[in-house]
């Protein structure tokens, strides 16, 4: 069984940053990794995936350029680093791990808030 916690999210005014980390317990190994939000009223959206080596991330185009997704396989940890945050960003974050390229991933976190004041 896998358990993911998030941590990192806050409250930020615009063009700020923050940092989410995800740690998983149990075996993940090398596992695709990532990052989905939603926001009120709107349905979960796709932010970022990382491949189990790391070498390849793939990104919403709304936080490319913005976002940046990496992981530490040492921790069995994958984090989100989100630069020049915007209003639009606000949003419950929540981490994913073990997908396919449809995207369905097979454990998830709570989710963490993030709020990006204008």
């Known amino acids: 069984q896998v358990q993911l916690v998030e941590s990192g999210g806050g409250l930020v005014q615009t063009g700020g940053s923050l940092n989410l980390s995800c740690v998983a317990s149990?075996?993940?190994?090398?596992?695709?990794k990532a990052w989905f939000r939603q926001a009120p009223g709107k349905e979960r959206e796709f932010v970022a995936q990382?491949?189990?080596?790391?070498?390849?991330?793939t990104y919403a185009d709304s936080v490319k350029g913005r976002f940046t997704i990496s992981r530490d396989n040492a921790k069995n940890t994958h984090y989100l680093a989100m630069n020049n945050l915007k209003p639009e960003d606000t949003a419950i974050y929540s981490c994913?791990?073990?997908?396919?390229?449809?995207?369905?991933?097979?454990?998830w976190g709570q989710g963490t808030q993030v709020t990006v004041s204008s």
């Open positions: 149990g075996r993940t190994d090398l596992a695709n």
């Open positions: 994913a791990a073990v997908g396919d390229r449809s995207l369905n991933f097979a454990y």
């Open positions: 990382i491949s189990g080596l790391g070498s390849r991330s």
